[in-house]
Every structure is written in C-alpha cells, then in structure tokens.
C-alpha cells in the first residue's frame, strides 16, 4: 500500500505522529510519501524545533511545496500543482490530509473525483459543540466530507460529529490529538530533577496552578481568574501561572489589578516547546476554563508530566482523557462556582493530587502517537481491502 501523508505545517505535535506511522507502516511493508504544505506555521509564532531537526536529518520520501509561506497565505494554484506533481510521481492507494477544508484538502477531493484512484482520509478534531452551529453551513460540510472516504479523530464526540457529516462510525477511529508521551514524560523528570534552575528561569513561585492558553474571549480566562480569586488558595501561598498571548491581556491585566491579585498572578507570554514540561511537572494541577475547545493538547501535556486538570464539559478532552474524579474534574462552562470549589478542594488536598496525578500519568501513556500510527493504518488498510474492515471500532 502506498499511503500519501499531506499536511499544512509539519510542526512540533505533528513530527511524532508522522515518524510513528512511518515506522509502523514500514513494518508492513506500505510506503509513505510526506507532503509538508508550507514551510511555516500559521498558528505557532515560535521555533518549531522537532520539525527542524527532522527535516536536518534528511528525510527519505518529502517534500514541502512552498517553503517561503503560512498555512493562512493562499495560494491554490501552487498548491493543486505541488500535489498533482507529487501524485504522478508517487500514485498513492490512499491519501491521508489534515482537515477536510483547507485548500490543499479541497485540491485533494478534486484529484480523487477526477482520478477515482486513491482513497482519501481526513483527520480533524471537530465536534459538535464548538461554538454555534448553522444549518445551512453544516449541509455545505456534509456536501464536502462526503467526498471522504474516512476520518481520524480526537476522540467519541468528534466520531459523533464525523458521522453527522456523513462518515459511517466504522470507518472512523480516534487518535489524533495525541502528544509523545514518553518524550514529554522524560522532560518533566528532569525538570523536576532540576527544580530551582526552572523556577529561577521563569520566576515560577513555590505553588501554583498553570493554565496554558491563548488569551481570547471563549477561552475563559477572565472567569478563571474570579474563580482564583474566590478560592482563597492565594491566601495558602498558592499563585497563578498563565502561559499565552492574544487580544484579551490588557482587560486581563486591568481584571488582576482591580482584584488586588497581582502579587498572585504570574503571565509568561512565550515560552519554548522544550521548556513547557518543566512548567507543568512544577505546578500543582491545570486548568482549562474553555467556553469550548476541540480538544486541549495542554492537557495531554500536563497529564504527560502527571498532574490532574480540571476541565469544562465542552473541551474535546472532557470524559475522553479527563474522567471526573479520577484524574481531575470536569465543570460546566462558565460556572464560577462549581470551578471555585473544585480549585480549592484540588488545591488544598495533597492525598487527592497525588491519586489524580498517579491516575493522570496512566492515562496519558494510552494516548500516544501509536494509537494515532495503529488507527491510521487500519483506516487506510481498510480502504484497499474492504473485505478486511471491523465494522466497529474497538
């Protein structure tokens, strides 16, 4: 079998899941073809530093199209010419591509429909509840995914909401928003190993909660914030840690000054991917306030380095990774009180945290860049070989 792997940017949580498919296709006896769409990130304004080093290595099978541009810069023209010089050179059985609405995965239904030669996967973490859905944009959508041939997803509600659009559930799996666990793992160790070198480096107080978010309207910053205050940890010596950037930092800022809390509140704007683990291995527990969020790759980070996470019902990890009361909690959005309580009893019961995060660390280790590699191939197996298809997903 010959599988082509199209992706916009090759970035940082992409490169393991890349090279465990290779390695597990190879295994197999399939080939793999890498398409990089653009040589930079649209949504990652700093370093990419796995991505460098992979391409450093000089990768068998790869290409990027248009190194010089982002995922939000255009141009379909050199990208329908990029992916129809890739496919006559490397005719793939089955093509896998990210999203089933970017320009290049558009371009890819066009070729299938033209060529009726190769079957074609999408991989996305979409699900119902992402903000207001309508009517007439969701029968656009099925009009496009049923141009899909199957899907690979973050987790139940998206194969929930895959099959909405029109793919069957036994030709979807789960899988996709995964991290390298072990990788992210071994980090947090040595930075625990090496504790007053990474609280010298960010200034990091001896407590605290650590939310890991882009400072925007429906990532419920603010709320969080209240709910801190409300909780009385500050008073125990427990701080607040936000990492991210966005629109909403000066409302933020202006928030903490009027609550007094700015001795207990601590932003980091920027931070490198490599010295994120030590972050989290530090903190006490997470906290992802999100009015909604596909999924939340902070989270498998933080439960990587085995601390809990309170999460809201909306996130795509909720009840998928985070499970209530066993590895941290889930609340309703934009329920203050309920987060208030939740904070404060995670935040005051060292026996509790120490379970969950025992709890959260075993969990992580099932969501790995295998379980993305095994539900690929299966997929794409099962595409040139129907007679071979489960017809229900373990």
Same mark, same amino acid.
């Given at each position: 079998m010959r599988v082509l792997f199209v992706v916009g940017n090759l970035g940082d949580y992409h490169?393991?899941?890349?090279?465990?498919?290779?390695?597990?296709?190879?295994?197999? &006896?399939?080939?793999?073809?890498?398409?990089?769409?653009?040589?930079?990130? &649209?949504?990652?304004? $700093?370093?990419?530093?796995?991505?460098?080093? $992979?391409?450093?290595?000089?990768?068998?099978n790869c290409v990027t199209l248009i190194e010089e541009a982002g995922e939000d810069d255009g141009h379909t023209a050199r990208v329908a010419a990029g992916l129809l010089k890739v496919c006559r050179a490397f005719p793939p059985d089955v093509v896998v591509t990210l999203g089933y609405n970017t320009n290049y995965s558009v371009v890819l239904c066009v070729l299938k429909a033209l060529t009726r030669r190769f079957a074609l996967i999408y991989m996305s973490d979409s699900k119902a509840d992402d903000g207001m859905r309508y009517a007439?944009?969701? #029968?656009?959508? #099925?009009?496009?995914?049923r141009r899909f041939d199957a899907a690979l997803v973050a987790g139940e509600k998206h194969r929930a909401y895959a099959e909405s659009l029109g793919i069957p559930k036994e030709r979807s799996r789960i899988g996709f928003d995964v991290i390298d666990v072990d990788y992210f793992s071994r980090l947090a160790r040595e930075a625990i190993a090496s504790a007053d070198e990474v609280r010298a480096r960010f200034a990091l107080p001896p407590r605290y909660v650590l939310c890991v978010s882009r400072f925007v309207e429906r990532k419920n910053i603010d709320l969080l914030i209240a709910a801190f205050n409300r909780s009385g940890l500050h008073a125990s010596g427990v701080s607040l840690v936000l990492v991210g950037q966005g629109p909403c930092k000066d409302a933020l800022l202006q928030q903490i000054d009027q609550l007094g809390m700015a001795k207990h509140v601590l932003i980091l704007s920027s931070v490198p991917n490599q010295h994120m683990a030590g972050l989290y291995a530090l903190?006490?527990?997470?906290?992802?306030?999100?009015? $909604?969020?596909?999924?939340?790759?902070?989270?498998?980070?933080? $439960?990587?380095?085995?601390?809990?996470?309170?999460? !809201? *019902?909306?996130?795509?990890?909720?009840?998928?990774?985070?499970?209530?009361?066993?590895? &941290?909690?889930?609340?309703?959005?934009?329920?203050?009180?309920?987060?208030?309580?939740?904070?404060?009893?995670?935040?005051?019961?060292?026996?509790?945290?120490? *379970?969950?995060?025992?709890?959260?660390?075993? !969990?992580?280790? *099932?969501?790995?860049?295998?379980?993305?590699?095994?539900?690929?191939?299966?997929?794409?197996?099962?595409?040139?070989?129907?007679?071979?298809?489960?017809?229900e997903a373990a």
């Open positions: 490169v393991p899941r890349y090279q465990a498919l290779l390695r597990l296709a190879h295994s197999r &006896g399939h080939e793999v073809f890498l398409v990089e769409v653009f040589g930079k990130s &649209g949504v990652y304004g $700093f370093p990419q530093d796995r991505r460098t080093a $992979f391409f450093a290595s000089q990768p068998a007439f944009k969701e #029968r656009i959508k #099925r009009m496009l995914v903190a006490d527990f997470v906290v992802l306030a999100s009015k $909604f969020d596909q999924w939340g790759l902070c989270i498998n980070e933080a $439960f990587a380095a085995a601390k809990p996470a309170i999460v !809201t *019902r909306t996130c795509g990890v909720a009840n998928e990774m985070v499970l209530d009361g066993v590895n &941290g909690f889930v609340v309703e959005p934009d329920d203050e009180a309920t987060l208030t309580e939740r904070m404060t009893l995670l935040g005051t019961n060292a026996a509790m945290r120490e *379970r969950f995060s025992a709890n959260a660390l075993s !969990t992580a280790k *099932r969501w790995t860049p295998l379980l993305f590699a095994s539900n690929t191939i299966e997929l794409a197996e099962s595409m040139i070989n129907p007679a071979s298809r489960i017809q």
